[in-house]
């Protein structure tokens, strides 16, 4: 019993290790797997050093307990240097919402000088092959005040639904990914409020479905750009899988100076994957853990416990990141991801 224990705490320490290894090398089957659970290992490691101690081992339970807190500590300590002063964007963000409460202007007329004044309500979701329903896509566009919305796994048939919902009266402005052969599970699309200075049907070159963006100025200098990404999920190449993760990094090197992009998608990844933490220190942020109130996970959205995260809404400097939160859409097997982003 004793040795079984030993064995287990060795394999999880093994386990954690994983997500330590240099950004691409996670591109193996089934690397991508074990470590989008790395997150839940404090559960077996918390096991074993209760055992361990009722079994009077206190070797085995006291190196338990430090692997337990070992993989928590590294996980709040990786939150902590991504804090993106929250208060001050909170406060700019209830700012701008009073000053639009008190507008004589209601409706889309102030949604657009919402965006206009540098804060964007923004939204991402998977739609699962299409399945996601129309209609309650539109009606979260209503209820939560999207000025930005970036969906993946488009088809054909449900862009007309969307249209025939009224998709195209609240955010008139869109630019979709090319419908290929070779999409994983669909192509991807992003729509606006307001009349974008500039659209592309591919922002970034992945092994993926293209990555679409629209191109909003902000002065007569700079501009913000929103792009909807999908990486494929592992199942469909390992290499592919990293290699459009860690490629889409190439929109915050690349983007003029002052410029701001946005990324908004399902990454089929998080922060225990070296390959998303490539993209991150590429130049990009993230908004939940800028805001840091708790983790936002997404995926798979029937099961309440345990949820992994695998969509983000990113952003290169320039934003705060507030009033993060996620909820069901019916058809979608992912939550769809929202976030306010206030321009500093």
């Known amino acids: 019993m004793i040795i079984a224990l030993w064995i287990a705490l060795i394999i999880c320490v093994v386990w954690i290790a994983l997500g330590e290894m240099p950004a691409g090398w996670d591109g193996r089957l089934p690397l991508p797997y074990l470590i989008a659970l790395i997150p839940l290992l404090w559960i077996p490691t918390l096991v074993i050093a209760i055992a361990g101690f009722a079994l009077h081992e206190p070797a085995l339970g006291g190196v338990a307990v430090v692997v337990c807190l070992a993989s928590l500590l590294r996980k709040i300590a990786y939150w902590m240097e991504n804090l993106n002063s929250p208060n001050t964007a909170q406060r700019v963000a209830e700012k701008l919402a009073k000053k639009r409460e008190t507008s004589r202007e209601t409706g889309d007329e102030a949604v657009a000088e919402s965006a206009k004044h540098g804060r964007f309500r923004v939204m991402t979701l998977n739609c699962r092959f299409g399945r996601a329903n129309a209609a309650a896509i539109v009606s979260a566009v209503k209820k939560h005040d999207i000025a930005v919305l970036a969906l993946q796994e488009l088809t054909d048939d449900l862009v007309a639904q969307l249209d025939a919902s009224g998709l195209s009266d609240l955010l008139p402005y869109r630019q979709l990914g090319e419908n290929k052969g070779t999409d994983n599970g669909g192509f991807n699309g992003v729509w606006i409020r307001i009349e974008p200075s500039d ?11 293209d990555v679409p963006g629209v191109c909003f100025p902000i002065d007569s200098m700079r501009g913000i750009t929103f792009v909807s990404a999908h990486p494929k999920s592992p199942m469909r190449g390992c290499k592919e899988w990293s290699a459009g993760i860690i490629g889409l990094g190439e929109l915050a090197t690349t983007q003029k100076q002052g410029d701001i992009t946005v990324v908004l998608g399902d990454l089929n990844s998080g922060t225990d994957h070296p390959s998303f933490r490539k993209l991150l220190n590429s130049g990009f942020k993230d908004a939940a853990l800028c805001e840091a109130k708790g ?20 952003f290169t400097k320039g934003l705060y990141a507030s009033d993060v939160s996620s909820f069901c859409v019916e058809g979608s097997d992912h939550l769809a991801l929202v976030a306010t982003l206030t321009l500093k």
């Open 199 to 209: 659209m592309s049907p591919v922002t970034a070159v992945i092994p993926a479905a």
């Open 295 to 314: 983790r936002h996970a997404t995926f798979p959205s029937w099961l309440p416990w345990p949820r992994i995260i695998l969509d983000h809404v990113l």
